[in-house]
């Protein structure tokens, strides 16, 4: 078993940036793929970013590349995503989940059925 915890979401400015924190604790961290999502009110939950255990790979939705990053620290078991230029339709719940058995392409790792593990997740808001 694998908990996540999120934290870092906020009220920011469009323009704006902010850095999400995904603390794991539990099972050991390292072999598993980790991803972000996110779920806009009134909206299906959809792929943000993720990245391989090595962290050699990261994978961006179209909608955020070129502003976001995503990064991790396998010492620390976080996973880190940071949020540049941020703009209105940012605005989601942003959930962190773990994917143990998934292979590291994209269309693995930005599927939600890769992921067994799943935070509470950290609101956004980004006001114009």
């Known amino acids: 078993q694998v908990q996540l915890v999120e934290s870092g979401g906020a009220l920011v400015q469009a323009g704006g940036s902010l850095r999400l924190s995904c603390a794991a604790s539990?099972?050991?961290?390292?072999?598993?793929?980790m991803g972000w999502f996110r779920q806009a009110p009134g909206k299906e939950r959809e792929f943000v970013a993720a990245?391989?255990?090595?962290?050699?790979?990261?994978y961006y939705a179209d909608s955020v590349k070129g502003r976001f990053t995503i990064s991790r620290d396998n010492a620390k078991n976080t996973v880190i995503l940071q949020m540049n230029s941020l703009k209105p339709e940012d605005t989601a719940v942003y959930y962190c989940a773990a994917a143990p058995y998934s292979g590291s392409y994209y269309y693995q790792l930005s599927s939600q059925r890769s992921y067994v593990y799943w935070g509470q997740g950290t609101q956004v808001n980004v006001s114009s």
């Open positions: 539990g099972r050991t961290f390292n072999p598993y793929g």
């Open positions: 990245i391989r255990w090595s962290g050699v790979n990261t």
